[in-house]
């Protein structure tokens, strides 16, 4: 029931499910949509859970979910089949885009009806200049309501001398995860099937089942580590990631102190590399963090 498109006019391939996609309208729903999808290209189930739920949670905050690493097109592709119901779109970037068009193009004329956008190569050109009307809506989502907010944003990062070190201006805008430290199933595991997922809510935020008790004293730790790191990312920077930090709190079944070290090691680490901030001293406080607790855990 797949049927995929490319748009004469425009740059984007779009992927179009017309039956047997179910709708989604709960995080736990969506959680374990995207966690059997992971499942199905190779992750371990508790990686796939882990994951999932961060996925949800930069969907939640309106953010850009980014993949490195040798696995980052298969794991993309497989959230946004997940989510991505009835059509979605996938744009191949090239080396040296030096235009904003293609963007504004898809904002314009293709956004407000697409589910998901899967931007592969993300780091092989300039995002602050290809990706300029793709980044305001990031960060209009941020502050207001928006038109879009029903579309996931999914970015993988190429690797080679093309490639923008660190994914550039990127990392400012979601968490980036290296699909070479996730955990895979052995050769011989038999392996469920890709199945795709519709959104059932007009905005990511109005899914049912997220917490709403107070995050305050999560926010403030968080603030108090990054003191201690010496690290200041900036304004927008600050906000997403507790934006990013309040989604992940509010999803169920979580584990609060995994939550901080995600924050701390996806997201702050990688801006950190950018910015030329202390990036071993945050390593070094996620650890502890992570060490503390499961201490506190055995003893």
């Not at 992927?15 to 199905?40: F, P, V």
């Not at 309501?145 to 990127?170: C, E, R, S, V």
């Not at 910015?275 to 945050?282: D, L, M, N, S």
Request: aromatic share 10%; glycine share 6%.
């Amino acid at each position: 029931s797949e049927v995929s498109v490319t748009n004469r006019f425009t740059k984007f391939h779009e992927i179009a499910h017309y039956e047997n996609y179910e709708y989604l309208s709960s995080s736990e729903d969506i959680s374990n949509r995207i966690s059997l999808n992971l499942q199905a290209v190779g992750l371990t189930k508790n990686s796939a859970e882990k994951l999932a739920r961060l996925t949800l949670a930069t969907f939640v905050s309106g953010q850009i979910i980014q993949f490195s690493g040798s696995l980052a097109d298969i794991i993309a592709d497989a959230i946004a089949i997940a989510i991505g119901a009835p059509r979605y779109h996938i744009w191949r970037v090239p080396v040296g885009i030096i235009s904003d068009m293609d963007a504004f193009d898809f904002i314009e004329t293709i956004a407000e009806s697409s589910r998901c956008l899967l931007l592969k190569g993300a780091n092989l050109s300039a995002f602050e200049i290809y990706g300029a009307a793709i980044r305001d809506i990031v960060v209009q989502r941020q502050i207001h309501p928006t038109n879009y907010d029903h579309l996931a944003l999914i970015a993988t990062w190429k690797q080679g001398p093309a490639t923008f070190p660190d994914g550039g201006m990127l990392a400012e805008l979601g968490p980036v995860i290296d699909t070479d430290t996730l955990k895979m199933r052995g050769l011989s595991a038999t392996l469920p099937q890709l199945k795709p997922g519709c959104l059932a809510k007009d905005k990511w935020t109005n899914i049912d089942g997220l917490h709403l008790d107070s995050v305050d004293d999560y926010v403030d730790e968080l603030r108090a580590l990054l003191d201690e790191a010496g690290f200041d990312g900036g304004t927008l920077w600050k906000r997403m990631i507790h934006i990013f930090y309040t989604s992940l709190i509010r999803i169920p079944n979580g584990n609060y102190i995994y939550d901080l070290y995600s924050v701390l090691s996806f997201y702050t680490l990688t801006w950190a590399k950018i910015k030329g901030g202390p990036v071993q001293k945050i390593e070094d406080i996620a650890n502890r963090e992570l060490k503390n607790y499961s201490a506190k855990i055995s003893s």
